[in-house]
């Protein structure tokens, strides 16, 4: 993270940046404060909430405030089952998600998962097109563009899911 922040620091590109951290350890202090760093510097870090099935707030980066933490639903909008969660999550699609892969033999795998292959992903995308098409720049442009997006579903107990 030190590295890509700096690099992006550097090069003038930070506002423009978008990072995914699709990982998930307990919670750790000077992992949380190397995202803040980051989104500080306008970069959007967006992490996985995690898919342990328990509050999003005891895991690193999922519990940094400034990150966008993404969650996993299922197809009839309801959290995953092993989906982490929290107030300061959002949920997006993370259940039998069709993704390329090499080690298969057509190429196609279905993906479960709030991270790199599923939830998080998505949600990096869309923050890349925002900053792409909708001309936001820097984190807090594109969060709230993101919340924008969002819409409040019962079933998902006051989270917000992407549309």
């Not at 992006?8 to 423009?16: D, F, L, M």
């Amino acid at each position: 993270m030190q590295w890509a922040t700096n690099d992006a620091i550097a090069k003038g590109v930070a506002e423009r940046s978008v990072m995914n951290l699709s990982l998930s350890w307990m919670y750790n202090a000077m992992i949380n404060s190397a995202v803040k760093k980051a989104t500080s510097a306008g970069i959007t870090v967006v992490v996985s909430a995690g898919n342990e099935g328990k509050p999003a707030s005891t895991y690193s980066p999922a519990s940094a405030s400034s990150a966008i933490t993404v969650a996993a639903s299922g197809p009839d909008n309801r959290r995953a089952p092993f989906s982490n969660y929290g107030l300061c999550v959002v949920f997006a699609p993370g259940i039998c998600i069709p993704t390329v892969s090499s080690s298969v033999d057509n190429g196609l795998y279905y993906s479960s998962g709030t991270s790199a292959a599923a939830a998080a992903a998505r949600v990096s995308g869309l923050a890349a097109y925002f900053i792409s098409s909708e001309n936001s720049r820097g984190f807090k442009a594109v969060k709230t563009t993101l919340h924008l997006t969002v819409c409040q579903e019962i079933e998902l107990q006051d989270f917000k899911l992407l549309n």
